[in-house]
Structures are given as C-alpha cells and as structure tokens.
Nanobody, 121 residues
C-alpha cells in the first residue's frame, strides 16, 4: 500500500504563508488523484485541493486564489502553497491519495498522518 509523508505545517499569523509537501512511496499515474483534506475537531473533514497525475486541479471555494497545488512526478511529491492565510484555515492537513488505474479501477483512498496548520489573528 502507498505510504504518504507530509511536511511543512506550522504556525503563522493572518496573512502569512506556508508550504506543505507530501511524498508518495510510489509513482503517480496520470489518472490518480492526490490532494489535501483539512480536519477540524467537531467538523466534517473537507477537501481543500486536489490534483490528478495529469495535472488537473480543483480547489475548495474558500481557498481559490490563495492556495496552489502542484505535482512533481520525478520526486513523487505534491506541494500546497498557501498564501494569505486566515484563522479559518487552521486545522490538520492530511495528504490524500486515490489510485486509479488506466482501466478505470479505483483503489481505496489513503491518507497520511497529517500536519498541523495554525493561523492566529
């Protein structure tokens, strides 16, 4: 099974920036999807951003224009650049990987351990 290792969380003030990275233990196929979910106690875990192996991206409305997700196949890594951070961006950010084969078979999603992001006002 794929292993995901996140890094880059931390604490910043409102308006600050952070860069999250997630390294996958296997190469990423063009149809597979990686991304970031945010977990906040007492709330439903929510998608923040996703990117396919082919580079197609999707963002939650709340982060559009502030966050950018990218992929580096050579390093098996995705990066989330977070700018203009707000207190409501606070949470544990989990890297998520959903493997799709070229024949259309979807494997169960996997998540990393998560990295804490705290934005203070």
């Amino acid at each position: 099974q794929v292993q995901l290792v996140e890094s880059g969380g931390g604490s910043v003030q409102t308006g600050g920036s952070l860069r999250l990275s997630c390294i996958a233990s296997e190469s990423i196929g063009s149809a597979s999807v990686l991304g970031w979910d945010r977990r906040v106690p007492g709330e439903k875990q929510r998608m923040v951003a996703t990117i396919t192996g082919a580079g197609v991206t999707d963002y939650a409305d709340a982060v559009k224009g502030r966050f950018t997700i990218s992929i580096d196949h050579a390093k098996r890594t995705i990066v989330l650049e977070m700018n203009d951070l707000k207190p409501e961006d606070t949470g544990v950010y989990l890297c998520k990987y959903t493997k799709w084969t070229t024949s259309g078979i979807r494997w169960p999603s996997r998540w990393g351990q998560g990295t804490q992001v705290t934005v203070s006002s």
